[in-house]
Each structure stands twice: as structure tokens, then as C-alpha cells.
């Protein structure tokens, strides 16, 4: 093996130890949390937004971005606030005006949540609010696997509205990683696998490791926001900043995906803010299904949290290593 790409991997996931549940101060804005911990991974979850808030190491940094100014802030974007970190809403945005009667905000119903614990297990469950124009209600549960693995379980049950066509829609706000990578699809309906869906993205994305993996590289400040939709069928992404790599997994079902025109849609998104205070999101869709009343649909997202450590001497020495390594563990 090339000593360059010899890299030491540490895994942060592997942990074995019990997964237990604790209540935590009120302490995210004056709102009630749960920490969810296998004892080296640690989830801090808002109970009433319904969503992780901090994921990381016991002691250790926050991967996920939280707002830095969201008490007082001027509203950059209208009656809703963006708070961080993960949640679920339904796709395809361009659908909203259908099912929740306007165009924008998104529907209060997806940030308004009350505990449901299950008897017996580890899992936190929380159940959102029903809303009130399309009368699907969202449930979402999360978990430390016992590999290690944190695992979010998401369900939409139309509970009393018309029939709607909905995916579910993961959406993960990232703290500024330096790189995501994508899996991108060999028999792709479009030009490099991704499509530009606002900005200009281009001269950021490169095929790495024989075209086995797509890198968006996001060092350095860009003021102006992008989003790409990604043709995959792998739906994995990686999010990496410093030695910390954060892999998330969803399942390919069969069906049509959010946002592709006449085409089969995109299972991956990822959005840039630019900007001072830059987040990513990575986003993992679920196919479009119609629910009538009384009918469900699910998803599920896996994450791992990897530490990486190489050899090399120089950034670009390290950089080659850590893209060459990451295209091995996403697999």
C-alpha cells in the first residue's frame, strides 16, 4: 500500500457498552432535552423540535451546527427560525403550497413534538403535532445500535387529510466540514451524476479514486449559498472537518425521487449556506409515496462517527489520503 494512504483509523462507533437515556437541564433555549449515550458517542435531542441538536464525542466538539445568534437574531428567513442541527420535513418543496397551503414557512407541525417513550427499550420516540392542512402526522425515534451505530427511524402517517404524495426528507445541518462526498451512479440520467439546483457549485465537485467517489471540497469562505441534487444508487454522504468524519446511510427503495423533473429524482441533496457562519446540509430523501388516510410510510438514516489519522506530512499529502480512505469506508 502506498505509505501516503496508510492511514490509522480509529473508529468512535464501535462501542459496545449499554445505550442509556438521560433527561438533561433545559438547556437549548430554554427547551427540555434528552441525551442519549452508549458511554463514548453522546446525542443531545430537543424534545419539542423533535431533533438532534448535538452528536459527538462524550466531551467532544459538536458536529452538527446550531445557530449562534437565534435569541434576538433579525428572522433572515421569515416566521421560521432555524435552529441546527437535524430534523425531518416532507419533500418535494415545490409541493408544500398543496399540502400545507403555503409556499413557505415550512409547517409548524414538523418543529412541534411531545414525547412517546416505548415500554421496555432504549429509544427515545417522539410524535409531532398533526397538521392541520394535510393531516399527516410525523413520527421520529432515536437510538445508539449496538455496534454503535446512532440510528434515526422516521414515519408519515396521513391521520386525517386527502391523499398526498410525500417523502420523507432527513436533512442534516453539518458545523462548516472542509469536504462531502457522495457515491455517484454509473448508469447516471445526468451529466457528472448531480445536477445544480441553485448557485454555482461546479468548480467545487471532483471525481476521486477512479470516479468512485465524488468530492465537494469546501475549504475556505464562499459568500453566496448552492444546492446539488445527487443521482446515486448508493444513498451515502460523508461530512468531514478536521480528523472527525460523520458517514450517514439510507436505503434505496424502488421509485421516483423529490426534484428530478421527468427524471428518477435525486436520494441525496446537499445545500451550502455560504456565509460567515457556513453549515452544510446533507440530506437523504426516501421515494415519493401517496399516502391516503390511515396509511404510513418509513425511513430510516444510520450514522457513524469515525476519527481519521494518517501518516502524511503535507496537507495535500493528507487530503489524498483521507479522500482515498473515505471512498474505502463508504462503501
Known amino acids: ?14 462501542v459496545l ?18 441525551r442519549l449515550t452508549n458511554g463514548r458517542l453522546e446525542a443531545v435531542i430537543s424534545v419539542p423540535l423533535g431533533r438532534v441538536i448535538s452528536f459527538g464525542p462524550c466531551g467532544g466538539p459538536n458536529i452538527l451546527w446550531q445557530s449562534p445568534v437565534i ?4 428572522q433572515k428567513y421569515g416566521p421560521w427560525r432555524n435552529w441546527g442541527g437535524e430534523r425531518t420535513w416532507l419533500a418535494p418543496q415545490s409541493g408544500w403550497p398543496a399540502s400545507t397551503g403555503t409556499a413557505w414557512p415550512p409547517d409548524a407541525a414538523w418543529d412541534t413534538y411531545t414525547p412517546r417513550r416505548r415500554r421496555g427499550t432504549r ?26 451505530r446512532f440510528v434515526i427511524d422516521q414515519k408519515a402517517t396521513n391521520v386525517a387529510g386527502s391523499p398526498t404524495t410525500i417523502s420523507l426528507w432527513h436533512i442534516t445541518q453539518v458545523n462548516s466540514p472542509e469536504a ?7 448508469r447516471t440520467h445526468y ?33 453566496d449559498s448552492f444546492k446539488i441534487g445527487v443521482d446515486t444508487d448508493q444513498p451515502v454522504i460523508a461530512s468531514r472537518k478536521g480528523t472527525n468524519l460523520l458517514i450517514e446511510y439510507s436505503t434505496l427503495n424502488p421509485g421516483r425521487y423529490p426534484d428530478g423533473g421527468n427524471k428518477r429524482g435525486f436520494p441525496v441533496e446537499i445545500f451550502d449556506s455560504g456565509g460567515v457562519s457556513r453549515f452544510t446540509e446533507t440530506e437523504l430523501l426516501s421515494p415519493l409515496y401517496v399516502l391516503a388516510k390511515g396509511q404510513s410510510c418509513q425511513a430510516k438514516v444510520t450514522w457513524r462517527l469515525l476519527k481519521l489519522s494518517t501518516r502524511a506530512q503535507t496537507q495535500p499529502q493528507r487530503d489524498y489520503a483521507v479522500d482515498h480512505i473515505v471512498a474505502k469506508l463508504c462503501r
Open 1 to 14: 500500500m502506498n505509505k501516503v494512504i496508510a492511514v490509522a483509523l480509529v473508529s468512535l462507533c464501535l
Open 17 to 34: 457498552s449499554p445505550t442509556v437515556a438521560e433527561a438533561t437541564p433545559a438547556a437549548f433555549h430554554g427547551m427540555p432535552t434528552v
Open 71 to 74: 435569541d434576538g437574531e433579525p
Open 123 to 148: 429509544t427515545l420516540v417522539l410524535v409531532s403535532a398533526i397538521s392541520p392542512r394535510s393531516g399527516i402526522q410525523i413520527t421520529r425515534m432515536f437510538r445508539f445500535a449496538r455496534d454503535g
Open 180 to 186: 462531502v462526498y457522495f457515491m455517484p451512479n454509473p
Open 191 to 223: 451529466p457528472g451524476d448531480y445536477m445544480v439546483m441553485t448557485g454555482k457549485a461546479g468548480n467545487l465537485i471532483r471525481p476521486i479514486k477512479e470516479k468512485a467517489l465524488t468530492k465537494v471540497d469546501l475549504h475556505g469562505s464562499r459568500p
